[in-house]
């Protein structure tokens, strides 16, 4: 395995900005859509997901920013501030890692959300394909009971919608996910990258929409995963968004509205950056 993409999650917004950043690398010479492993978590599983589709980056963007292909969206409300803060209240008395990991799907059990029919649709709207693609695809996502982490791949038993919803299962906000009579939350409750998961990669490029800083503790750490990766000999580059990117994906990423402006201000972003490889 030569190169790996990592997806991390940052909410509709977030979808577009990975999307955007992704044409625009092709756009410069650099397409790296071709790696031979994809990870997703939340947001990036949806993208890396469409990726493995067969769908071109254009026909990706254009369900980014043009209305009358988007995916149907439920709006939602979530200040990244505000989120913290319930997040924070939720697992204050947390004494480890996979405590904390409990408390958080804890609440997102108790929470009143839309149905998981509702939220199933919701992704099966997203992805162009509903089966696995044939190359490596690693999709992360949290047992609400346990804590514990799971990496759905094809060959899991379990359906590529399922793994995908389960990895947006955005604590508080959205349903979890009934897989095999366990319920899951989103992957980024683990790590806001699981860029771990690339080893064995001699290349990876880690995508973050809403950039380094773990949303939750975690015992692998984007900082953590990537000096791993480097210490094996691997040749690694993380990118968030930049300034107007930033913008673009606003305090709210998962207003369906963001799509269109966080796609464009990451393709513009994706034409300026300079990567050490990829295809022309």
Known sequence: MREALVLGGGGVGGIGW??????????AGRDVTGAGLLVGTSAGSTVAAQLGSGLGLEEL???????????????AEMDLEKFAAEIGAATGSAASVPEL????????LAARTVSEAERRAVIESRLPVHAWPERALKVVAVD??????????R???????DAVAASCAVPGV???????GRRY????VRSVANADLAAGAGRVLVLVPLG????FPSEQPLERAVAELRDRGAEVVVVGPDEASAAAIGDNPLDPATRGPAAEAGRAQGRALTLPWGRG
């Open 101 to 108: 990991r409990r408390a958080v799907g804890r609440m997102a």
């Open 18 to 27: 990975l999307t955007g950043v992704l044409a625009g690398l092709a756009d």
């Open 144 to 153: 609400a009971e346990s804590g514990e982490p799971r990496v759905f791949d």
């Open 212 to 215: 380094v800083t773990e949303p």
């Open 185 to 188: 939350v989103d992957g980024g």
């Open 61 to 75: 963007y254009a369900r980014q920013v043009d209305p009358a292909v988007q995916a149907v969206e439920i709006a």
């Open 174 to 180: 959205w349903p979890p996910v009934t897989i095999g």
């Open 155 to 161: 060959t899991s038993g379990v359906s590529l919608v």
